[in-house]
């Protein structure tokens, strides 16, 4: 039997989505792999059942207004979760609201956080070259927080629950 595991995904609000969206679609072709949801992890592979945190993230979300991140640049690193991506700024908003997650999770293990938004998972090899093609804006704004199942499997991965952060 496969363990269930799932992670807390920060989520880009929607006038962002699309564009990030097609990004990874494009670098999925390039690279024959799988296109997933652009996202920020904000806790991953968790095993504990997801139900028993929902009043903890409805209570998160509930004093949190959505926000924006700025975009430090582009970035190859380690494959196969952080093969290319968008490296984002940690500011003082993101850094108490992943330091209550990381608190809340602690027990369960050790997270190192590192704001980023992937655009390609895998053992790819990433051309130099395309890393000044991207046009991308200085911010992205954030505006809910996802509960995903994230098997190793990306074409499984699958939404559990979505809390919305209070709008600006």
């Given at each position: 039997?496969?363990?269930?595991?799932?992670?807390?995904?920060?989520?880009?609000?929607?006038?962002?989505?699309?564009?990030?969206?097609?990004?990874?679609?494009?670098?999925?072709?390039?690279?024959?792999?799988?296109?997933?949801?652009?996202h920020?992890?904000?806790?991953?592979?968790?095993?504990i059942?997801?139900?028993?945190?929902?009043?903890?993230?409805?209570?998160?979300?509930?004093?949190?207004?959505?926000?924006?991140?700025?975009?430090?640049?582009?970035?190859?690193?380690?494959?196969?979760?952080?093969?290319?991506?968008?490296?984002?700024?940690?500011?003082?908003?993101?850094?108490?609201?992943?330091?209550?997650?990381?608190?809340?999770?602690?027990?369960?293990?050790?997270?190192?956080?590192?704001?980023?938004?992937?655009?390609?998972?895998g053992?790819?090899d990433?051309?130099?070259?395309?890393?000044?093609?991207?046009?991308?804006?200085?911010?992205?704004?954030?505006?809910?927080?996802?509960?995903?199942?994230?098997?190793?499997?990306?074409?499984?991965?699958?939404?559990?629950?979505?809390?919305?952060?209070?709008?600006?």
């Open positions: 039997m496969t363990e269930r595991r799932w992670s807390t995904w920060l989520i880009p609000d929607h006038r962002y989505r699309s564009q990030y969206k097609s990004i990874i679609s494009e670098y999925s072709k390039k690279y024959s792999t799988k296109t997933f949801d652009p920020v992890t904000l806790f991953g592979r968790l095993s059942d997801p139900k028993s945190t929902f009043n903890f993230f409805q209570e998160l979300v509930s004093d949190q207004k959505s926000f924006e991140l700025g975009i430090v640049g582009l970035a190859k690193g380690k494959p196969p979760w952080m093969s290319f991506y968008i490296a984002l700024e940690k500011n003082s908003v993101i850094k108490r609201f992943q330091n209550k997650i990381d608190r809340f999770f602690a027990i369960h293990r050790d997270y190192e956080f590192t704001p980023h938004l992937s655009l390609a998972y053992s790819i990433i051309d130099s070259n395309n890393l000044e093609k991207i046009s991308l804006d200085e911010k992205i704004g954030f505006s809910s927080v996802a509960l995903v199942s994230t098997s190793d499997k990306i074409d499984e991965w699958k939404l559990i629950k979505k809390f919305n952060l209070k709008s600006k």
